[in-house]
């Protein structure tokens, strides 16, 4: 048997192959994984694509949605009859919301104010006296000395209705709701008063200052 000659073509194309052989295997074993585009992140342009198409889409529903809010949106609305549709509110109820936002502070939930400080509402004769009164003292305040329910008060009530110095400015109808209200609260027993007995008082007296109780018991 004689030993391969070195120059035998057969082993020398046997060698190459080899070589390239490992070679090429070394190169793919060396590879990531990534390299190989199993795993290739998203292309950068196709990303702007995307954001353009949600800008768009969120700008055209902005402008063609036609006016669609589902914070405020009924499914039981009836459309506009196109006659004006006249809004019932219960005076009381809405009094005695103003009360306790506005009255309540001074003259107590009780309605029995604070002794010495502050002339109780609940049983009061000026609450329950004339009109005219009670919506002037209560639209523009009352200062000085004032005998409630036979007490002596003497403070200041500052002005509540929409006049200068009013930290309330409370308007018209208002005015006409806190007062239904307290007058039929805590067992009293005045009437409703209306926006219109109001207004014409505020007409009548324009921009008048805070009364006394002197000057309230002149009028009837
Ligand atoms: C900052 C405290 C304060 C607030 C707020 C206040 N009052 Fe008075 N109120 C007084 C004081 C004090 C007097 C007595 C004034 C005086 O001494 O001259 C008075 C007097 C009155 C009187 C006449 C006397 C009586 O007790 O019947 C009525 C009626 C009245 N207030 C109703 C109201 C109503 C209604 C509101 C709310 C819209 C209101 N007040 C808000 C402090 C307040």
């Not at 030993?3 to 057969?10: F, K, L």
């Not at 009859?81 to 309540?104: M, N, R, S, W, Y």
């Not at 109001?198 to 109780?213: C, F, L, M, P, R």
Request: include cysteine.
């Amino acid at each position: 048997m004689n030993a391969p000659s070195q120059s035998d073509p057969r082993l020398e194309q046997a060698a190459v192959t080899d070589e390239s052989l490992l070679a090429a295997h070394e190169k793919v074993l060396g590879r990531r994984p990534d390299d190989q585009g199993h795993y290739r992140l998203l292309p950068l342009n196709l990303l702007f694509v995307f954001a353009g198409l949600i800008f768009f889409s969120g700008t055209y529903l902005n402008l063609y949605s036609g006016h669609f809010n589902p914070a405020i949106y009924n499914e039981h609305a009836k459309p506009h009859t196109g006659a004006a549709e006249a809004v019932a509110v219960d005076p009381v109820a809405l009094g005695k919301k103003i009360f306790t936002g506005t009255c309540q502070t001074c003259h107590q939930i009780t309605g029995l104010g604070l002794p010495g400080a502050i002339p109780p509402l609940a049983g009061s004769e000026w609450v329950m006296g004339p009109e005219e009164r009670v919506i002037r003292a209560v639209m523009y305040g009352v200062q000085g000395a004032i005998k409630v329910k036979g007490a002596d008060f003497s403070s200041a009530m500052p002005p509540n209705g929409k006049v200068p110095g009013s930290g309330f400015n409370l308007s018209d109808d208002k005015i006409a709701a806190v007062l239904t209200y307290v007058r039929q609260e805590w067992g009293n027993t005045g009437g409703p008063i209306t926006t219109e007995q109001v207004a014409a008082i505020h007409a009548k007296e324009g921009e008048h200052k805070q009364w006394t109780s002197e000057e309230l018991l002149k009028i009837q």
